[in-house]
């Protein structure tokens, strides 16, 4: 468990870098570049974000003693957070310099934009494209120790699907991949690294919940709570289970 959390922490703090810039402001107005093909592309995580934003959990969840509900609402609170701050990675620092286009972007249905801002010793660019249904993203980084891709992904315009794949900066290999689903039924978030699946679910009228843990291919633990806060914690190896009241 104590490897899960220090992986969730671990992706936050990577999407938190990400966004940073030396005076902490953000969205870059672009407005008057008569080349800025659309505005709307450093906001286009907006439709995400108004969904992700009503991820929540029972208030008696959060205040239960109990170790279980504990650890599940410090896992739910771990999704939550990398939910937010990845919709944060379209919001561009005002000191951001956004790069001329090149060619005749009226020839294609791809319409992108590129930004680039420095953080301390570190620049980072960033590569939105727009197509008809959905975003992609490239983030890079160039600074003293490593030069090369950072993140990728992409988001749906109707905020239903979304996914963010996260690579080392030792060798550029891809470590991390989380994936947001949500319906008009189900939010569901997928953190997906060598050897550990998360699975967090949720139905989108009710508070009630569930995360499930799979490391090496083996499902592990699942945590499941209730609207009123009640729940229980499922060992899948040994077949225990441990409940807690509201």
């Not at 990577?14 to 505005?39: V, Y």
């Not at 590129?114 to 890079?140: K, P």
């Amino acid at each position: 468990m104590k490897s899960v959390l220090k992986l969730l922490a671990l992706l936050f703090l990577a999407l938190s870098f990400s966004c940073g810039s030396d005076d902490g402001e953000t969205n870059a107005d672009n407005s008057n570049n008569p080349d800025n093909p659309s505005t709307s592309l450093a906001e286009s995580g907006s439709t995400f974000q108004n969904k992700v934003s009503t991820l929540e959990v029972p208030a008696a969840l959060k205040e239960n003693d109990d170790s279980n509900a504990q650890i599940a609402f410090a896992l739910f609170t771990q999704f939550q957070g990398l939910s937010n701050s990845f919709s944060q990675l379209f919001s561009i620092p005002e000191n951001a310099n956004l790069l001329p286009q090149a060619g005749n972007k009226n020839l294609s249905d791809i319409v992108s934009e590129t930004y680039t801002w420095s953080a301390g010793d570190t620049t980072i660019r960033f590569e939105i494209s727009e197509n008809d249904d959905s975003y992609t993203y490239d983030y890079s980084i160039i600074s003293p120790e490593y030069t090369g891709k950072f993140m990728t992904g992409f988001v749906r315009k109707d905020g239903s699907l979304a996914e963010l794949q996260l690579f080392s900066t030792n060798d550029s290999s891809l470590t991390a991949s989380i994936i947001w689903n949500t319906t008009s039924i189900e939010n569901r978030v997928r953190i997906i690294t060598e050897g550990a699946v998360l699975d967090y679910r949720s139905p989108v009228d009710s508070t009630s919940g569930s995360i499930a843990i799979t490391e090496d291919g083996i499902l592990t633990g699942t945590y499941i709570w209730n609207a009123d806060g009640s729940g229980s914690f499922r060992n899948e190896i040994t077949n225990e289970t441990f409940s807690w009241t509201a």
